[in-house]
């Protein structure tokens, strides 16, 4: 069968290169997906899946159903939207949308999603059972995955499968994670109340300026002093507004930022032990606050047994040498999380370096991707999909 797999996807390879370039030149923000979903689904209809489209509102699902006596459901999800940043890289194909750009590679997510469906499509009366392929919108804004769901995505799914593209692999290899995969990413808002007073006198006044200072410095030190090392968080206060001018002492400072964090028990005291410091150092000075603490998305905890099947699928696949296990998680945010809470699953890393050159990371506008990894990710899903109903 993985002789099959690799066949189809070589002679798939150019069809796939044009399809990734076109949903490249025409990017669309979270939310906005209303192109490349009409895309996605025409690709889906014409290798005869089940299509149904404005899922999570710009969402798709392709359902390839199987005759097989298997009733396990395997879903693999991939994302489509982009970025709000202008692209700097000199492509013939490069975005056509101003200040809009696949910087995340969620276009190469999008074609390696289409490609195992066409693959799976010319295999269909091999498959034990039958895969749904989600096609998510807004995962930029880690609001796409909770959309599909609430439209009942993730029904009878009895296991899900994952894709990230990784511009530090180098094209040609895969990454795999046990456990922890990326971080819980929460908001925080915080408001410190003083009183008003004279710059020239702050003895009569209580200057949140000043004391939101401390609050910050306080987090800060008290993350390294007080969370368990083995157990990272990382506290970002990333915007602060507050106070009306130079000789006025400010009665009113906002603080604005993200909470990270991998361990599940930690996540869940944060908002506790954040408001605890707070408060002590308010008191302490005499001011008030107001504190909002929102629960973002989870951590992706990847399953062991179905993390074992993509890195044995693809260790058959490309060879051990092209299979890395990752030692680290990124502290980066992921809603396929959301997707875990309703079934176990994996994603793994996906190589698109370029031998040889600078790879730019992430969200950067000069941010490209070697295309030879596109049949990668096609095979090692195709592969993995077929192998689950083995298991």
């Known amino acids: 069968m993985l002789a099959r797999i690799k ?27 209303y192109q490349t979903a009409a895309y996605v689904a ?40 982009a970025l709000p940043i202008t692209e700097q890289a000199v492509l013939d194909f490069a975005s056509r949308q101003t200040g809009i750009m696949h910087a995340c590679g969620h276009d190469v997510h999008t074609t390696v999603g289409l490609g195992t469906a066409m693959v799976l499509s010319q ?13 998510q919108p807004a995962e930029e804004i ?5 959309w599909m769901v609430q439209d009942a995505a993730m029904e009878n799914v009895n296991a899900i499968l994952g894709v990230h593209v990784f511009p530090s692999i180098p094209a040609g290899s895969i990454g795999v994670r046990y456990g922890a995969l990326t971080a819980a990413a929460d908001e925080l808002e915080i408001a410190i109340l003083g009183e008003s007073g004279h710059g020239a006198r702050p003895h009569e006044a209580i200057d949140a300026i000043w004391i939101a200072a401390q609050v ?9 002093r007080t969370q368990n090392p083995l157990r990272p968080v990382v506290l970002t206060i990333g915007q602060i507004t507050g106070g009306r001018a130079s000789n006025v002492i400010a009665d009113r400072v906002r603080l604005v930022g993200t909470v990270r964090s991998l361990h599940p028990e930690t996540s869940a005291n944060l908002p506790s032990w954040i408001e605890k410091i707070v408060a002590n150092v308010c008191q302490t000075y005499g001011a008030r606050y107001e504190l909002n603490y929102r629960r973002g998305v989870p951590s992706v905890q990847n399953d062991p047994q179905l993390t074992q099947l993509v890195e ?32 176990p699953g994996t994603m793994f890393r996906l190589g698109v370096g370029y031998p ?33 109903w083995l298991s």
Do not use: C
């Not at 910050?216 to 390294?224: D, K, R």
């Open 7 to 33: 066949d189809i996807a070589a002679e798939l390879a150019p069809r796939l290169i044009e399809i990734r370039r076109h949903i490249h030149a025409h990017p669309e923000l979270s939310g906005q997906e």
């Open 42 to 81: 025409g690709v889906l209809s014409s290798v005869g899946l089940h299509v149904e489209e404005a899922v999570g509102k710009t969402g798709v699902i392709g359902e390839l159903k199987s005759s097989g006596s298997d009733r396990r459901l395997l879903a693999i999800r991939t994302d489509m939207d």
């Open 123 to 135: 295999l269909r009366e091999a498959l034990p059972g039958t895969v749904r392929f989600l096609f």
């Open 142 to 146: 880690a609001q796409g995955a909770s």
């Open 216 to 224: 910050i410095t306080s987090l800060q030190q008290a993350i390294s």
């Open 312 to 343: 044995e699928a693809a260790r058959e696949a490309w060879g051990s040498d092209r299979v890395q296990i990752l030692p680290e998680p990124s502290l980066g945010a992921e809603d396929f999380s959301l997707f875990l809470e309703h079934a």
């Open 356 to 388: 040889n050159r600078v790879n730019h990371p992430l969200h950067h506008p000069l941010f490209e991707v070697d295309e030879s990894a596109i049949v990668i990710g096609v095979v090692t899903l195709a592969y993995s999909a077929y192998k689950y």
